[in-house]
């Protein structure tokens, strides 16, 4: 029993049809670590905002945290699907994402302004991603960026909409 315990995760060889799995491993992280770094900043805004728009905006950012928890999980689980090893230190999800703390804790509408051009920013980012799953034959990673892409466009236009108020 003890044994089992001492495996060290490492890269598999796949053969799925999917092209260059490294890039496309390199690509999710990048999406993953940009989802870890909004899951946190949208929880935070979900603890801290006061105001006319809390009950707006601390239910629709609980929605949103939830979401892009369980998507962390979909993410990494595909990058290992494709032979790589996901984001294991805090320190590289920092470095790869593109998703950036507040410089100071704002109102309500700032901060919600603030989220809608992160989700804004992955949106991007998948849409790169789905071209380039695209060119490399792999349908399920395509897919898979497709459907979050969907979901941050959508809470950018909630929260910007919501941002207005």
């Known amino acids: 029993m003890a044994e089992a315990l001492k495996v060290v995760p490492s890269e598999s060889s796949v053969s799925t049809g ?61 990058i290992r699907a ?23 804790q704002g109102d309500a509408a700032s901060m919600v302004a603030d989220l809608a051009k992160d989700h804004e920013k992955l949106a991007h980012r998948l849409h790169a991603l789905i071209e380039l799953a695209g060119e490399r034959k792999d349908p399920v990673t395509e897919d898979m960026a497709t459907a979050r892409s969907a979901f941050h466009e959508q809470a950018a236009w909630m929260l910007r909409s919501l941002a207005k108020s």
Not at 19 to 29: P, V
């Open 18 to 78: 999917v092209r260059d799995t490294a890039t496309l491993a390199d690509a999710l992280s990048h999406v993953l670590s940009d989802t870890y770094r909004l899951v946190f900043k949208t929880h935070a805004c979900h603890w801290n905002v006061e105001g006319s728009l809390f009950y707006s905006v601390h239910k629709l950012t609980e929605e949103q945290y939830s979401n892009m928890f369980a998507a962390t999980d979909q993410l990494a689980e595909r």
């Open 82 to 104: 494709l032979g790589h090893l996901a984001p294991s230190r805090l320190e590289d999800v920092i470095e790869q994402s593109r998703v950036a703390d507040p410089d100071a």
